[in-house]
Nanobody
Framework: QVRLVESGGGLVQTGGSLSVSCAFS????????MGWFRQAPGKEREFVAV????????YYADSVKGRFTIARDNAKNTVSLQMNSLKPEDTAVYYC??????????????????WGRGTQVTVSS
């Protein structure tokens, strides 16, 4: 069974940077597309970024494009999200998600079978 554990959240000031990481275990990591989603209080879970299991491309929500970078390390079974130029509206619980060999519907939360418990990111104004 796939297990995902996020780490690295915290409190940062507006304009600052933070990196969150997700450790994958339980299956072979490389055939899984890995995504990051976030959920702010009172709002629905929303797509942030995804790195497919194959190919070189990554995909981002318009709200984070140019500020966030997703990366995976298949040797360490981890996926990270580097967040720069953070804004108060980036405040949310950030979730790591995984799905086996998925290449379509990558921005839709309902397409992911495995989820971590999340890590809180708070950006103060």
């Amino acid at each position: 069974q796939v297990r995902l554990v996020e780490s690295g959240g915290g409190l940062v000031q507006t304009g600052g940077s933070l990196s969150v990481s997700c450790a994958f275990s339980g299956q072979t990591f490389s055939p899984y597309s890995m995504g990051w989603f976030r959920q702010a209080p009172g709002k629905e879970r929303e797509f942030v970024a995804v790195i497919p299991w194959i190919g070189e491309r990554t995909y981002y929500a318009d709200s984070v494009k140019g500020r966030f970078t997703i990366a995976r390390d298949n040797a360490k079974n981890t996926v990270s999200l580097q967040m720069n130029s953070l804004k108060p509206e980036d405040t949310a619980v950030y979730y790591c998600a995984a799905d086996y060999k998925r290449l379509t519907g990558l921005s839709m939360a309902l397409n992911y079978n495995y989820w971590g418990r999340g890590t809180q990111v708070t950006v103060s104004s």
